[in-house]
């Protein structure tokens, strides 16, 4: 029930493209879900983060979409960069004793943009 | 300046030994957290302290100790190195743990401490 599946494990995609990046929870206490973004060498930085209150959230070319009938959450990279390729995280957290701010981790996806 | 420093950034050390790892968040939060990464980029949280008080223990072995002398500091101890330690331990800080508004949840990282253990 604390398992949050990440698909896939690694995309790549051309310049220009979209990049869809999926995630699926069981726990429907969860009301946080974030999305990393991690390059070589450095830690995971925020990218966008959305509320199950809300079904959609953009942030430039960057969107999350979320199902919550279905307990899924996307990633959607618009106009994808090769300065986008990094590994991506989904997460997912919630509000409860000692689990409040605990984030679970999807098991991250290795985008690559081609030139 | 950077707002969640850690120190080293790479620990080379053999079996058995003991280590520390630092970590300094200038950023006023109230959280800290330890995350450990596998070789496989699995992230998994270890500890969260919260106004220095121990708010999340996972199930980590107890030769992990961790020690946070100040809300903005967050150390890590590790006794009795083992092979499997071998990964890049992160360090993280948020305002608060849960918070209404969604940018108080936000978890800044830290840019890891990568640990070898020989």
């Known amino acids: 029930q604390q398992q949050v599946k990440q698909s896939p494990q690694s995309l790549i995609v051309q310049k220009g493209g979209i990049s869809i990046i999926n995630c699926a929870y069981e726990?429907?206490?969860?009301?946080?879900f974030p999305w990393y973004q991690q390059f070589p060498g450095k830690g995971p930085a925020l990218l966008i983060a959305?509320?199950?209150?809300?079904s959609e959230k953009k942030e430039g070319r960057f969107t999350i979409s979320f199902n919550k009938s279905a307990k899924q959450f996307s990633l959607h990279i618009m106009d994808s960069q090769p300065g986008d390729s990094a590994t991506y995280f989904c997460?997912?957290?919630?509000?409860?004793?000692?689990?409040?701010?605990?984030?679970?981790f999807g098991q991250g996806t290795t985008l690559q943009v081609k030139p | 300046d950077t707002a969640v420093s850690q120190t080293p950034k790479y620990l080379v050390t053999q079996m058995g030994n003991d280590k520390s790892i630092k970590c300094e968040q200038n950023?006023?939060?109230?959280?800290m957290y330890w995350y450990k990464q596998d070789s496989k980029k699995f992230l998994k949280i270890m500890f969260s302290?919260?106004?220095?008080?121990?708010?999340i223990n996972e199930t980590v072995p107890n030769r992990f100790s961790p020690k946070s002398p100040d809300k903005a500091h967050l150390n890590l101890h590790i006794n009795s190195l083992e092979l499997g330690d071998s990964a890049v331990y992160f360090c993280?800080?948020?305002?608060?743990?849960?918070?209404?508004?969604?940018?108080?949840?936000?978890?800044?990282f830290g840019a890891g401490t990568r640990l070898s253990v020989l």
């Open positions: 993280a800080s948020s305002q608060e743990r849960w918070g209404l508004d969604i940018s108080k949840n936000i978890q800044y």
């Open positions: 726990n429907t206490a969860f009301d946080y």
């Open positions: 959305i509320r199950p209150d809300v």
């Open positions: 997460a997912a957290s919630r509000k409860g004793s000692s689990n409040t701010g605990k984030l679970i």
């Open positions: 950023l006023g939060h109230d959280t």
């Open positions: 302290y919260n106004n220095k008080e121990l708010i």
